[in-house]
């Protein structure tokens, strides 16, 4: 970023173009698609790599700012959603200001969605690149806003995942604040006796997190209490909390979203459930955990379970599996088995999916002397209640499809998990929701515990369903996440933001209500009043641009200019 | 402490886990043993359930590690010792293995790789294809820095007392680089000819194809290169050094005296060779029987030390070593070697008709035959000299050639070639006898020799049997000609009397072979007593080596032999031969006949054909052959074969394990055929075939490169099957193969596949519809095992199945079937961690002792794991478990800050 770059009138750009392996270079000739660009004006560098995002391309992009004193980079290759962060790091080692890449999708935009048209996808990725090529020849060098962050999270939901994340979060010197709808932290957790796999009773690693939250000063427990607004710039959030009546305001660095799930309910009638002796799986839980000896239901002693698995997943609107009732309900077998050794039991299942570690319960049970019968998905067993009598019909796959009949005394629906009923909460922080109900993460891979939702993290079962410990694992993965952000003490905010032009604004407001995030205001001295943007709250939307009448607002990094230059590339960019 | 946490391995787990250490402001030391940071997921095609290009979300996070400000990675490396300092601290041991670069000067070219000359599998390819021992290891390898792989010195190269590097001249005439091959061989000696005809091979002795269907014909190959440089090039086409001025005298022209005029010539020397006989050649001309090194071959090799400009002075004995130094010569080698034959010491010795073993082959060498035409002859003796004189005394005629002995046929010294070449000739043998006089006739010449009965007592001091003469058991074999071959002995009284009235060439030292006169060396069987041609070659090396040392004081432009590493197990060669095929050696054999009449060479020379193929049986023990071409191929100069590797010791605040899981080894389900059948595969190596820097342009099929068009996939192999050893599920092949068959139907429009399955495990956020996506495409799901697979001569397979749904057995047949392979634990620290106190579950995984209330935390306290090496898990959950580690890892440090 040296002063004899910025002075200089036409940049040096070098543009790069991807072969993303097969990705983009069995559908795009990236050749071609080189061979249009590199006389454009101030391209000094174009080329093709096989990965543009490995290393040794990295250290091939380093070495041409050298040799070539670039200004900046076109690179043509994926969605800026993937790699905007690796090249923008490239350009910063390189002593390139790195709001001066641009990054240009030939891969979604032409390969990917052209895979029968190679001619037409490598005109099309000519036109993009040009284009790009337009845009980066009129970036200007931009800096990031530093704003200091406050060392303090807020984790919403006092399930394991919350409490287990608010006790991490303490251990590395920041506060915490934990809020409960319920009028007790502890969640599902804290209602269970024993769980798989190693027999961990719940309601004693609630009490166990309970006396850690009490040993730490740092964790402010807010029970009875939800989040009911939120406020403010990354980094630094104000957030609503209220409880009975009572509003408490709050600013914190980041906020962790753990609310964890509600237990399926069938409809009444759904394989018999109404019946007392058709029960849920939390329900067969507590008549487990809250008795000894051999089990009783309704009065009668039951000497013979059937469980139906899959009772509200993988069926309907409920296209997911909810993972863990298949693991939870072969446990809750092995504890009936304790209970009773002649008890009998017959699981009617689809999928057995005990997975991983978990296969040893299901080894386990059927040593126990449980039977898998196994009905097909478009087959489900077929329960009838006559008076005292239940009738349960199945077709077992696992004997041919032989139509076989039990008449158990209690049938135990295994149901999953759904998404919690929490509207509330979801418009106060505007979480994302996705098409299963369950909130979502930016990238099961890549960003796992963070939302598009800037500084919102997400944690447990309210993301996908999840057992206890995969629970409380999520839960302090997404600790490390804000513990990543705020052990820093600053954070660096995107500087491509709305700035005004003050000489030109002639301050008629117009631009105040089309701001979603409430950056805009009026400030003024004397006589004259202007529009300000606040930078650290500005998102680079660009909503406020188009409705100045005086033209007096510009996007940083997306100016009126470049974007007229960037259509001007598209329609100059023909194949050749 | 030099860092707050060490993460052992770079994964998606241990790159999670630093990075997020490193963003919370740790400074994290991330050891990797392989080449690159990255791990597996990088390898893979895309991931599910979104599809995503796995490198493209491997990559960025690869970089991030490599570049993190306060991330330090060492790949190459492995944690060799980990304890704790009792106050929640760690000291480790890392050690560093060599790559053979020099990272900072590699620019990645790959110039080296196209240089050389030895093509394993590709393990980053699933072996599916070959890669070179001087590679990068994969295109998004970081560092993109080439490496060598050298696991050892190969068993051949290692052998060579000459010093030659074996293994490299072999890999070059595999290549085709026969100039080149002859070249290396230079580098240790003017003899490559001579070698190839003549010399024992212990490298052969060794080659670890021997084992298997016989070793590499590595002696043959030598001497075709040689003969195929002396047809078709004038002169050794070695360039002398700058002449420096200094002259040496070399007495004795045999292979020790010739090499190390050589040697010295080639850096610049002044030499002159000064031979007692009338030409050059030593032993070699003098006492080596045609049969076995034709003088042409020898003449060849002599002309390469005179093209140097090595005077070789003949008939030239030297009396006066001390009139040398006066002569100007700075230094004197004696190499005079064991020319006499040892007498038999019994009476009758000097009767007419009893010859010296030696003496004997020379006159047949000179053209002066004894007439032994119909003649009885006993050889005494049990060496080298001796087959050769028997098998001589048969070509002239012998009609009776005795072999008498003084121990069993074990014992005999000879080479076994040369003692079972000589039974076939017709030599008998006479054993456990020893001579006790010879009994001439009235006229003086030998009528019988007289021994006694031997028997063999305890050993002595080489080893072998002390013989023990039985008394009154004397005997007369009847003869007309007595050879004494009972061993060799120097001839430096010739000139031992100008030296200080002392054998002046003993002792030397043994490492610079000086003398205590300094300006005095000796070399070769002067020194070591009788050996054999390599040997004397090796004595000639060394001590070229240590005049140049002792008069220039450096090693200048001398060839060094570079410090050999440890030499390379050979059981281990042959573990890794996992799909070796039969290769017989296709060399015509050496043409022994009973009685034969003349003295042609045996063995006939071979064609470029036949050594190609010849060659092309080498197994590459060492993986690297030494050949050095990669050295003047590196156009930055960073190749460095004397590079060694290096051990840290290093003080952490705490310890995250992430060195992940291992792959079933499929073959360990033999009915299922991997590695029998060519289109078995793994799942690991399905994704190498649909991943972008995929080997092939599309999905083939091993066997012949056609498209399938009927794949099979085999669940759960090596999960949920207690005929391993194996009850737990794997959790992610389900997946992968879901994936997979997506992939399949989006590159071959028109395949059918079918998947076997027992239950589909879809159990993450999305994998259910990722499963019904499947379905939805037209995966066929049978459920059920698979029982056995059988191979058709089209090498298609037939799937023998359990089809539960329909209640029946039944077969199908496929081109080509995925063997879903699962995991198993990683145990490469597994002593390491125990003697920590690391606590193991009953699966071997590393046990999460608390893993309801601090998942990650093993029985150590500060010692946490990352991913797979607790359990199976697939990326996702690596990636939050890494998350997991690193928030306790950090909670712990801090507690190391809190005042205790």
């Known amino acids: 970023m040296s002063g004899r770059n910025e002075a200089r009138t036409e940049p040096r750009i070098a543009v790069y173009v991807c072969q993303c392996g097969g990705n983009i270079g069995d559908y795009v000739d990236t050749n071609q698609v080189v061979h249009a660009v590199k006389d454009l004006p101030g391209v000094v560098v174009a080329r093709h790599a096989m990965f543009t995002c490995s290393d040794s391309n990295q250290q091939e992009m380093i070495d041409d700012v050298a040799r070539e004193h670039l200004d900046g980079f076109v690179v043509a290759c994926c969605s800026p959603k993937l790699h905007t962060f690796t090249f923008r790091g490239v350009a910063e080692r390189a002593g390139v200001n790195p709001y001066r890449v641009a990054q240009v999708n030939i891969r979604e935009q032409c390969s990917w969605t052209h895979t029968d048209d190679p001619t037409g996808a490598t005109s099309k990725a000519m036109k993009l690149v040009t284009a790009g090529v337009e845009r980066a020849r009129l970036m200007k060098p931009l800096h990031p806003i530093e704003v200091p962050t406050t060392p303090r999270v807020a984790v919403v ?89 009572l509003r408490t305001e709050v600013t914190v660095g980041q906020i962790v979203v753990a609310t964890g799930f509600d237990s399926y309910e069938p409809a009444t009638g759904e394989f018999g459930y109404g019946s007392p002796r058709v029960v849920t799986l939390p329900e067969f839980r507590r008549l487990l955990d809250e008795a000894e000896g051999p089990i009783v239901r309704d009065g009668r002693p039951v000497r013979s379970i059937a469980y139906i698995y899959c009772v509200g997943s993988r069926c309907g609107d409920r296209t997911y599996c909810s993972r863990y009732c298949c693991s939870a309900a072969v446990h809750a077998s092995l504890l009936a088995a304790e209970r009773d050794p002649s008890v009998r039991q017959y699981h009617l299942y689809r999928d057995l999916r005990t997975y991983g570690r978990n296969e040893v319960m299901f080894g386990e049970s059927r040593k126990r002397g449980s039977y898998y019968l196994r009905f097909a998905d478009d087959d489900p067993p077929l329960v009838s209640i006559d008076g005292e009598r239940i009738r349960l019909t199945v ?7 032989a139509e076989l009949a039990l008449e158990p005394d209690l049938v135990v629906l295994v149901t999953g998990m759904v998404p919690r009923a929490n509207d509330e909460l979801i418009g106060a922080l505007k979480l994302p929701v996705g098409r299963d109900g369950f909130l979502n993460e930016i990238h099961p891979k890549l960003r796992p515990v963070e939302t598009v939702v800037d500084g919102v993290l997400i944690a447990g079962a309210c993301q996908a369903p999840k057992s206890s410990a995969e629970s409380v694992t999520s839960g302090l993965a997404a600790a490390a996440q804000a513990a990543a952000v705020l052990r820093r003490g600053v954070a660096s905010l995107d500087p491509q933001v709305a700035i005004v032009d003050s000489g030109a604004c002639d301050g008629c407001g117009e631009c105040i209500g089309s701001c979603p995030f409430g950056a805009i205001e009026m400030t003024g001295t004397g006589g004259t009043v202007v529009a300000t943007i606040a930078a650290a709250g500005c998102k680079g939307c660009g909503a406020c641009t188009p409705t100045c009448p005086r033209n007096a607002i510009d996007l940083q990094g997306y100016t009126d200019a470049q974007v007229r230059a960037t259509i001007a590339g598209l329609l100059a960019g023909r194949a050749t | 402490m030099d860092y707050d946490a060490l993460v052992v391995g770079r994964g998606i787990g241990g790159m999670e886990s630093a990075l997020k250490l490193g963003d919370m402001g740790y400074r994290v030391l991330v050891v990797e043993k392989e080449a690159s940071v990255g791990g ?108 060598i792989e050298r696991r050892g010195t190969s068993p051949c190269t290692d052998a060579c007392p000459a010093g030659i590097r074996a293994h490299g001249y072999v890999s070059l005439v595999r290549s085709g680089l026969y100039e080149e091959a002859f070249q290396l061989l230079l580098e240790a000696t003017p003899l490559a000819a001579t070698l190839g005809a003549a010399c024992y091979a212990p490298c052969e002795t060794v080659c670890t194809r021997g084992e298997l269907e016989g070793p590499v014909a590595i002696r043959r190959l030598k001497r075709f290169v040689a003969e195929r440089h002396y047809a078709t090039a004038d002169g050794p086409g070695v360039t002398p050094g700058e002449p420096n001025g200094r002259r040496v005298a070399i007495v004795g022209s045999g292979p020790a005296g010739l090499t190390a005029a050589w040697q010295l010539a080639r850096a610049g020397y002044g030499v002159r060779v000064f031979e007692a006989g009338p030409e050059p050649g030593g032993f070699l001309r003098q006492a080596i029987p045609a049969y076995r090194l034709p003088a042409e ?77 119909g003649k009885r002859v006993v050889v005494v003796g049990g060496g080298n000299v001796a087959m050769d004189s028997a098998r001589t ?82 005997f007369d074999i009847e003869c007309d000609v007595v050879i004494a071959a009972v061993g060799l002995t ?37 020194v070591t007593g009788p050996s054999d041609i390599a040997r004397a070659v090796g004595q000639g090396r060394q001590a070229a080596q240590a005049i140049d040392r002792w008069l220039c004081g450096e090693r200048r432009g001398l060839a060094t032999v570079p410090d050999p590493l440890g030499v390379v197990d050979r059981a281990e060669v042959l573990a890794r031969q996992k799909s070796h095929s039969r290769r017989e050696s296709g060399l015509r054999p050496v043409n022994v006949t009973p009685r034969p009449r003349d ?18 049986r080498c197994l590459d023990c060492g993986v690297c052959s030494e050949c050095g071409q990669c050295l003047p191929a590196c156009p930055a100069n960073a190749i460095d074969l004397s590079m060694r590797g290096n051990d840290r010791s290093l003080e952490v605040g705490a310890v995250v394990l992430a060195t992940g899981y291992r792959i079933f080894p499929a073959d360990l389900k033999p009915q299922y055929g991997h590695g029998r059948f060519a289109n078995v595969i793994t799942g690991l190596q399905m994704e190498r075939l649909l ?65 076997h399955y027992i239950d589909i495990r879809a159990v993450g956020k999305g994998y259910e519809e990722f499963f019904e996506q499947s379905k939805g495409m037209g995966v066929n799901f049978v459920k059920g095992r698979v029982a056995e697979i059988r191979e058709t001569p089209e090498a298609n397979l037939i799937l023998r199945y359990e089809d539960v749904d329909h209640g029946t057995l039944a077969e199908a047949e496929y081109d080509l079937v995925v063997l879903a392979v699962g995991v198993q634990p990683n145990q490469d620290l597994g002593q390491l961690l125990a003697a920590q106190g690391v606590a193991f579950d009953d699966r071997a995984y590393v046990d999460e002792v608390d893993e309801d209330y601090r998942p990650t935390a093993t029985s150590v306290p500060g010692i946490f794991v990352a991913g797979a090496l607790s359990g199976p898990r697939d990326i996702p959950e690596s990636i939050l478990h890494a998350g997991a580690a690193a928030i306790q890892v950090a909670a712990h440090l801090e507690s190391l800050k809190a005042p205790a």
Request: aromatic share 4%.
């Open chain 1, 157 to 245: 939901g006092g399930g394991v995942a919350g409490m287990r994340a608010a006790i991490a979060l303490a251990d590395v010197g920041l506060e915490v604040h934990l809020i409960e709808k319920e009028p007790e932290l502890g969640g599902h957790v804290g209602k269970l006796g024993a769980m798989y796999p190693h027999g961990t009773v719940g309601t004693e690693l609630v009490h166990r997190m309970l006396e850690e939250i009490d040993r730490r000063p740092g964790i402010e427990v807010h029970t009875g209490a939800v989040v009911s607004a939120k406020s403010g710039t990354f980094g630094n959030y104000r957030i609503a909390i209220e409880s009975v009546g």
């Open chain 1, 395 to 401: 077709h077992d796959l696992l004997t041919a499809g």
């Open chain 2, 40 to 147: 597996r997921m990088v390898l893979l095609s895309k991931v599910f359930p979104t599809l995503d290009c796995a490198s493209c979300i491997a990559t960025p996070k690869m970089a991030a590690t490599a570049h993190h400000p306060n991330v330090t990675v060492l790949t190459d490396s492995e944690v060799e010792a980990v304890s704790s300092d009792g106050g929640g601290r760690f000291l480790v041991r890392v050690h560093t293995r060599p790559r053979f670069v020099d990272l900072a000067a590699c620019t990645g070219c790959r110039q080296c790789e196209q240089a050389c000359t030895v093509a394993v599998p590709d393990e980053w390819n699933g072996e599916m294809v070959s890669r070179r021992a001087a590679y990068i290891a994969y295109p998004q390898a970081i560092p993109q820095k080439a490496l």
């Open chain 2, 297 to 373: 071959l020898l003449d060849q090799d002599v002309a390469n030390v005179t093209a140097l400009g090595v005077e070789i002075t003949t008939n030239s004995p030297i009396a006066d070593v001390a009139a040398l130094k006066v002569e100007g010569y700075d230094a004197v080698l004696l190499a005079t070697g064991t020319p006499e034959s040892r007498p038999l010491g019994i009476p009758g010795e000097d009767l007419e008709g009893v010859q010296a073993g030696v003496a004997f082959l020379r006159d047949v060498r000179a053209g002066h035959p004894p007439d032994l035409a």
């Open chain 2, 393 to 474: 005394a048969i070509r002239l005629g012998a009609s009776e050639t005795r072999v008498a002995y003084r121990r069993g046929r074990e014992e005999m010294p000879a080479h076994r070639a040369e003692l079972n070449d000589a039974l076939t000739e017709g030599a008998d043998l006479e054993l456990l006898v020893a001579p006790v006089q010879v009994i001439g006739d009235a006229d003086r010449r030998v009528a019988a020799l007289r021994c006694r009965r031997i028997e063999l007592g305890e050993p002595d001091d080489t080893g072998r049997r002390r013989p023990v003469p039985v008394p009154g058991s004397e």
């Open chain 2, 490 to 526: 120097t001839a430096v009284e010739t000139f031992a009397g100008a030296l200080l009235g002392a054998p002046p060439a003993g002792p030397v030292d043994e490492r610079t072979l000086q003398s205590v006169i300094p300006w005095l060396f000796a070399a070769g069987d002067l």
């Open chain 2, 599 to 616: 003295f042609d060479q045996l063995e006939p020379p071979i064609g470029e054909e036949d050594a190609r193929a010849a060659a092309g």
């Open chain 2, 691 to 755: 991943a972008p820097t995929r080997p092939y342009t599309s999905v083939l099929r091993p066997s012949d490169g056609k498209i399938p068009m009927r794949i099979a996939y085999v669940m759960c192999t090596g999960s949920r099957d207690e005929s391993v050893g194996n009850p737990l599920c794997s959790k992610f092949c389900c997946m992968y193969s879901l994936k997979q068959n997506q992939l399949i139907m989006g590159v071959l429009r028109f395949a059918e596949v079918t998947v």
